[in-house]
């Protein structure tokens, strides 16, 4: 059996992407370079490059029974991800993202539609804890059920050996009061640059200073910064800090901060330590920046 597979789970999405020359002007009518769909939301974009990584992945979330259902499904299978857990929902509509990608500053705009797809309970939680090394959740507006699922995961660890057990990590990404509750429930904790900015954090450092106190025992902090790079703090630790890596022409930045979460988890589900993990995960976000989507990662 299986006992190293990553799972993530949050947002699947479909982003329609049009990769314009420059950001469009209001009420104009312009041709785009071309415009492409990808299987979109952080969770999911975790998934695509952990499996591009080469780590064996599974994302677990709703998928709604809708037209966009082919195309995930057929995408999922491509990339060798298995979505075997996830629960199809009838009558509801996919939700989807209008992306700009400006070719002239990398920027990427999007207008998300969340649809009507119901987020994941702890009831759909079924799954054999056994076959994962790690879990990640991106933290949703459904953070109570999340917090039910890593519940089953502690009880599920209480039993096991240190070298046996679930590694866990959450990402507080949106400015949602309801994520507070995740962020003494995992053992790494991913703050994104606007949900500590939301918090009065105005730099890496200081978020990972300013929510430390708040993550439980044992748990590591650790925040992207864009093009200061990111870094990371252990509870009771020094603040470990690393610079990006820029790919000199920045082409696509969709989708950055998710490319840097599965680095990160790669890397120390592999072993690595912080400063290996951290350093890492900037040069594939950075590599990321520099090309359209995320296959050329391979
Ligand atoms: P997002 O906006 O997608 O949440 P961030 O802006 O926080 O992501 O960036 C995540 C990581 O991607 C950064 O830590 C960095 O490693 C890399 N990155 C993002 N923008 C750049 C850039 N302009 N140059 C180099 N690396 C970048
Ligand atoms: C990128 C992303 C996109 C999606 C949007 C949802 O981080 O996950 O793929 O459209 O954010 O907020």
């Known amino acids: 059996m299986e006992t190293n597979r990553i799972l993530c789970l949050g947002k699947l999405c479909v982003d329609i992407i049009a990769e314009c020359e420059d950001f ?18 952080n969770a999911n974009n975790t998934s695509t490059v952990l ?6 992945v599974e994302y677990l979330g709703t998928i709604a029974n809708s037209h966009e259902l082919g195309f995930l499904r057929d995408d999922y299978q491509r990339a060798g991800i298995i979505i075997d857990n996830c629960v199809i929902v009838d009558n509801c509509s996919c939700p989807v993202s209008l992306v700009l990608l400006s070719s002239v500053s990398g920027s990427r705009t999007i207008i998300h539609d969340s649809g009507s797809l119901p987020e994941l309970t702890h009831k759909d939680f079924q799954v054999d804890l056994g076959s994962y090394a790690w879990v990640h959740f991106e933290g949703r507006p459904s953070a109570a059920e999340q917090v039910k699922m890593l519940r089953d995961i502690d009880n599920h660890n ?18 949602r009061p309801v994520l507070a509750q995740l962020i003494d429930k995992a053992d790494y904790v991913f703050i994104s640059k606007d949900y500590a900015k939301a918090h009065g954090f105005y730099s890496k450092e200081d978020a990972v200073e ?6 439980r025992e044992g748990a590591t902090v650790i925040c992207a910064w864009g093009e200061d790079g990111a870094c990371a703090k252990p509870k009771g630790e020094p603040t470990i800090s ?3 890596i820029s790919p000199g022409t920045i082409i696509d930045t969709l989708g950055a901060g998710d490319t840097f979460n599965a680095a990160m988890i790669h890397a120390l589900c592999k072993g690595a330590v912080l400063q290996s993990a951290l350093t890492f995960a900037c040069k594939v976000a950075g590599e990321k920046c520099g090309m359209k989507g995320f296959s050329g990662l391979r």
């Open 158 to 175: 209480a039993d096991l050996e240190e070298n046996d057990r679930i590694t866990t990590s959450v990402e507080l990404e949106k400015n």
């Open 24 to 41: 469009p002007q209001e009420d104009s009518d312009q041709r785009c370079k071309r415009q492409r769909w990808q299987r979109g939301g």
């Open 51 to 56: 499996s591009i990584l080469g780590a064996p």
């Open 242 to 244: 690393v610079p990006a």
């Open 210 to 215: 300013g929510f430390v106190d708040k993550v």
